[in-house]
């Protein structure tokens, strides 16, 4: 490989510099600093991809083509959330709302309540109430894009899907209505697009389906499981991939080891991925982009202290990741890029108000992060930095 140091570079004639042809590769330890320019400044007549930096709104753009024009690099504000997220105000309380980081909602659950709280993963400390869901529903599955979560719940007979901003605090609303009335637990899953919920009851039921999260279009058919699953199969996902853990059926009280996964750009029927460690449901997950973690739950009735992890991209068994230090029965989960945080649940055994945490690039037994705000179990998590976005 060649190199050619240099402050400097200039055309024989004109102002514009040199074209680099092939691949180049800028290995300065220092930084590189893109064109600039005011809105008014934007060049009509470039490349596809050309990239610039914008003065007037201050990011980074990229021409998308003639059809599409300039196009700002989004900036993740929403994914970096700090302090009380009414005025911005970071707080010096031994809750976990201050700092910057990746938010994590915990909705309702047993003995029935409809309190939302929300933590900031990458802190410690104790849950803060956002707000209350329309129904005090126990179980159910929540997903999440970057800016919004959602919540298809059970026990009323309700095709309900709730939606909260993350940016704010406050109540949820009717966002869209799924394919049908759900009286079991489906698992909830999502990338930057679609939001998924898999199985669920009446009955066992081997749906899977979604919405366009941007769009309040009601939820349409996605494909169906493997196995049909009336209560709490878990999922996680990459950007790309779907992989739905465990679970049970009623009546028949059957509970399940499998790993199904579908790839979420598409449409189709669930094929399968692996087994978990243990047959189980209720094992709460949660990942980054690259692994998926399913920690607890219960099996047949008894409550598990297991964590589980999978290599999303694969397909095989699921790996002993360590313990949770609470036996936990059915709870919720949460991830950022970095980090797996359960709520432990509820019966068997009573419910907690404990929250714990993994750190998912390593293995090993679980930490106390602090505590929800009311004592409860069954509140699916989900977040606005996980492995699908």
Known sequence: MSEINSSNFKKEHGDLAPDLVGVTELTSPYFFVPPSGNTAERPENCEPGTLRFNTDIGSLEVFR?????????????SQYLGGDPANSVITTSTNSNRGTGTRGVFWRGHPNTDVIDFITIETQGNATDFGNALSSNRQGGACASRTRSFCLGRDSASDTIEKIEFASTGNSVDFCNATQSMNGSPAGFANATRGLWAGGGPGAIDVIQYITMSSTANAVDFGNLTQARTNDPNAVASSTRGCIGGGSNEPSSAVYNIIDFITIATTGNAQDFGDLTQTRDSAAAGSNSIRGIFGGGRYPTSAQNYI??????TTGNAIDFGDLTTTAGIGGACASRTRYVRAIGGAPGGSTNTIEFVEIATTGNAKDFGDLSVVRGQCPGASNGHGGL
Do not use: H, P, S, V
């Open 65 to 77: 083509g003639k059809t599409i024009g300039w196009e700002q690099i989004q900036r993740r504000e």
């Open 308 to 313: 589980d992890f999978i290599t999303i991209a």
